[in-house]
């Protein structure tokens, strides 16, 4: 089946600092990616779709120049949390789409980031 | 917008039978899914219903009625690793975007 892998699993920073994080699609073309960032005991809240090509769409509430995503490839899209502060704290989830059909959208193992 | 309600929390006994409910309210409906969450890991894939009625896979039912914007998840002889979060997602006129409710809180005791 496919295979959606993200890098880190985890990660420590300090506030202020940047984080990206690495989603990829292992065994087939993904044309829309989208994120995800879950807070403990809440469900997944879209934050973006990300198009391949193209700027990604965000959702309300969502600082683009805060979250940037960069989607350069068929197979890899990036998430980097900018200028990270301690609220950003949270469990990020990507997932790929495949063109068309009813299941096709396929989840990462997630990423927690944890910001000091 | 979107509006999907399931219960926060349910428990349960080993081999017994639970049936998870969700109701929906969104601006187009392309399909409504089921995944199941154990806690630090992403959602995995359960069901998926686009028609009305019953699809059954194993041990896990889904079943659906678009008419009423309603659906449940049913889960037969319950396994102590079948305690986890379920979420039920739904597609709106975007393929492929869903919208998540906030997730059913199983707990299946021994």
């Known amino acids: 089946g496919a295979v959606v892998s993200q890098h880190p699993s985890w990660v420590i920073c300090k506030s202020g600092t940047s984080v990206k994080i690495e989603c990829r699609s292992l065994?087939?073309?993904?044309?829309?990616m989208f994120w995800y960032r879950q807070f403990p005991k809440q469900s997944l809240m879209l934050m973006a779709t990300s198009n391949e090509g193209s700027k990604a769409t965000y959702e309300q509430g969502v600082e683009k120049d805060k979250f940037l995503i960069n989607h350069a490839s068929l197979t890899l899209s990036t998430l980097t949390v900018t200028s990270a502060h301690p609220e950003d704290s949270s469990f990020y989830i990507c997932s790929a789409s495949l063109a068309g059909g009813p299941d096709t959208q396929y989840f990462g193992p997630g990423t927690r980031l944890t910001v000091l | 917008g979107q509006n999907i309600d399931q219960p926060t929390e349910m428990t349960a006994t080993e081999g017994a039978i639970v049936q998870i409910n969700c109701t929906y309210q969104?601006?187009?409906?392309?399909?409504l899914f089921w995944y199941q969450q154990h806690a630090g890991e992403a959602p995995t894939f359960l069901s998926y219903n686009v028609l009305d009625g019953l699809e059954e896979k194993g041990r896990f039912s889904s079943f659906l009625s678009r008419s009423k914007g309603y659906s449940y998840l049913l889960l037969k002889e319950l396994q102590m690793k079948d305690s986890a979060s379920y979420l039920c997602?739904?597609?709106?006129?975007?393929?492929?975007?869903?919208?998540f409710g906030r997730g059913t809180q199983l707990t299946v005791w021994p």
């Open positions: 969104t601006s187009g409906f392309n399909g």
């Open positions: 065994d087939f073309q993904a044309t829309t």
């Open positions: 997602a739904v597609t709106g006129s975007t393929l492929g975007r869903l919208y």
